[in-house]
């Protein structure tokens, strides 16, 4: 990924769209600058208040040393898990909490920044949203990891998880399970809205009987299905509809 690679030092003076990928990392670690692409003093003093926190060498350049720590995150979220013995729903549920661990969200704008174009193939804004695109993703890592085939099409589109898991006859109506504790971890949750039509998804970490905990994207702590991050939620099995790996 372009957004993983830097191709070559950057300092104050310095313009272009790796600058603003830079400053999205700043403000992802807290260092809350203009997202402009242009490395001024503000981002410069962000640079080296960012190798003093990391104890490098502070001379505010941005170079491979200091861009690795910025993108550390989501290098470690690709980091490889040991498949041994495990199954695609185990490792499905592992993986995303190594994402979430990670604090993906967010930032310079709705449905922007880099996690959403790193979750997205790189398409990001308004209309892109991202909780498909994550639970996907996380999907295709797992089978990656597994050497296994797909078992469903990746999609952006709630409607089109849905679809290709009816096809493969792995959708299943919530209420179907009477002890719903045994629904396993790493199976996805389709929020519906109408019949054959749904509209938020996510990743269930553990089922108990009238509740199940998560992992999803695009939400936050309050819940909305168009929020700004990934984070665990707790949600109840009223108008769910699940896919079983």
Partial sequence: MSDLVLDKNYKKGDKGKKIRLCQEWLCLHGFHIAIDGEFGPATDYAVRRFQEKNKMTINGIIDKHTFDALVKPMTTALNNIPEYKKSLSQMIAEYAEQHVEQNPREVGGKNCGPWVRFYMKGNE????FWNAGFVSFILKQACQSLNAPLPITPS????????????????RKSSQFQDKSRIPPGSFFLQRRISNDWRHTGIII????????TIEANTNDEGPPEGHMVCHR??????KDLIIF
């Fill in 125 to 128: 804004g308004q209309q892109w």
């Fill in 206 to 213: 553990r089922a108990a009987d009238d509740y199940f905990i």
């Fill in 234 to 239: 707790i949600r109840g099995y009223n108008k």
């Fill in 156 to 171: 952006y589109s709630c409607d089109i998880l849905a679809w290709s898991a009816k096809e493969n006859n792995i959708l």
